[in-house]
């Protein structure tokens, strides 16, 4: 009779009523008092099952060969022979285990990666096939045809790109500053002369024309508006449908970018353009030197150029991360686009081939290009410093401290003052060109969303996070 667990003669044995197994008693009671189960079924057993078997108390004699301190020695030796020998079998399973796990991880983590690489593919797929139904939806409702994408630009706009810049270059150096241009002392005697109520709550972006007296700004429900800074009043209302997400002037018509993706073209207050190719809000709308091509960016990691003279699509280039802002150098052969990822990436206009990727610290709020040719400021969200970058090193060449998160930044004409907008205030940075030196001639506490320059830098038009206008002027 041998106990069940120890596979020896119980001193004390007891028996399973249940399934009728032999233990020894203290083995069994400590095997109870853990799992309540019978060790050998797996059934639940309490100590209350338990009989006690009585037998003969015998005194195991010990084995002939324990009789002698010899014997003794040798079993001693067999039993650490026996030891080394486990341990050296469980040190090779250890390491034959540890391959297999390895070899395990390896599988999962290449399994994973194409998991994420196919999920990428299909998700781009699917952004391609919403693309081209709205592609086709806007051309359908021109009356043009469906659009094919396509980068290089047709060979009269390349001409009329190339024209544009062969006669800014060879004018922007000896461009004198315009008679009657604000002064350095102008600008430093600045405050706000007049500001409105909300106008158009959920309002981010404002845009002057090209006289700097009418203010084109829209809002969260829909409707957009301009603005006369003379009347001070709202001269015309544009309703849009969908929150207004970025606005610009060709001329005297207003273009409008909405959340739908769709860009507005009006002229005295009526529509007379839809174009709706982005698959997501517009984010930014660009105009080239030459006036001839359309750029708007989106959410939807594109830019689109649209040639102005038939309105169509002329080209359009995928990149890799939503579009934040974007804008033309100033002779018109770059396109620069910022994005969520921290990137500046610059296109070659004329091909839309890559020809340059930058690193900024954060995600892209705005880029405004300097009239030098040479310089552009970029803000970075939540950020209170303005980066200028210098396009020949391709690297910063100066942080402004401003104070305040920085929204949105904006050169004057002739490439002498930085207008910032943030949450905390607006500020001007002068560049002085003799001493090389900079200084910030003004900082009001006015936040804002948006700012744009007026007539020959005279005044300054900042957006309210309220979507109203303050309005910083010569005291």
């Given at each position: ?77 067999s ?99 315009p ?14 002369t ?12 404002i ?29 015309q ?9 970025a ?33 997501g809000?517009?984010?930014?709308i ?11 960016g ?12 038939t ?70 969200k939540?950020s ?58 003004v900082r ?25 206008l303050s ?5």
């Amino acid at each position: 009779m041998l106990c069940a667990i120890s596979g020896e003669a119980p001193q004390v044995p007891v028996a399973s009523r249940k399934s009728g197994n032999v233990f020894e008693k203290r083995l069994i009671e400590a095997h109870i008092a853990e799992h309540h189960t019978d060790p050998v079924t797996g059934e639940e057993l309490a100590v209350e099952d338990l009989i006690e078997l009585k037998s003969p108390r015998i005194v195991t004699p010990k084995p002939p060969n324990l009789t002698s301190i010899p014997s003794l020695l040798s079993a001693f030796q067999s039993e650490w022979d026996a030891i080394v020998l486990e341990s050296f079998s469980l040190k090779q399973q250890l390491s034959q285990t540890r391959q297999e796990l390895s070899t395990a991880l390896y599988q999962n983590d290449a399994a994973t990666r194409v998991v994420v690489r196919l999920t990428q593919e299909r998700d781009e797929a699917r952004e391609a096939l919403s693309n081209v139904t709205v592609s086709g939806s806007g051309a359908v409702a021109n009356g043009d045809a469906m659009q094919v994408d396509g980068q290089a630009l047709p060979q009269e706009l390349v001409d009329k790109v190339d024209e544009t810049q062969q006669q800014l270059f060879a004018t922007r150096r000896k461009r004198p500053i315009p008679e009657g241009w604000a002064t350095a002392d102008d600008i430093t005697s600045f405050d706000v002369t007049s500001s409105t109520e909300p106008l158009y709550p959920g309002s981010a972006s404002i845009s002057l024309n090209e006289s700097g007296s009418l203010g084109l700004f829209g809002g969260a429900d829909g409707v957009a508006g301009i603005y006369s800074i003379a009347e001070q009043k709202v001269v015309q209302t544009l309703k849009c449908g969908t929150p207004v997400t970025a606005t610009a002037w060709l001329g005297s018509r207003a273009i409008i970018g909405t959340s739908a993706g769709v860009i507005k073209v009006f002229e005295n207050g009526d529509e007379t353009v839809e174009l709706g190719d982005h698959a997501g809000p517009v984010t930014s709308i660009a105009l080239h030197p030459s006036g001839a091509i359309l750029a708007t960016g989106g959410s939807d990691k594109r830019f689109i150029f649209y040639d102005l003279s038939t309105l169509k699509v002329v080209s359009q280039v995928y990149t890799e991360a939503e579009i934040t802002c974007s804008a033309f150098h100033v002779d018109g052969v770059l396109f620069f686009t910022g994005s969520t990822d921290g990137k500046i990436r610059i296109f070659d206009v004329k091909t839309g081939s890559s020809m340059a990727v930058l690193d900024a610290t954060g995600p892209v709020r705005s880029i405004s290009f300097s009239e030098n040719g040479t310089w552009f400021a970029v803000a970075e969200k939540g950020s209170s410093s303005v980066t200028v970058w210098d396009l020949r090193k391709q690297a910063p060449i100066k942080h402004l401290d401003v104070g305040s998160p920085v929204d949105s930044i904006h050169w004057d004409y002739t490439g002498q003052f930085l207008a910032t907008a943030g949450s905390g205030n607006v500020t001007v940075q002068q560049y002085t060109k003799s001493s090389k030196s900079w200084s910030e001639p003004v900082r009001k506490a006015v936040p804002a969303k948006d700012v744009a320059w007026g007539t020959n830098a005279s005044s300054l038009v900042a957006l309210t996070p309220e979507g109203g206008l303050s309005i910083l002027g010569a005291a």
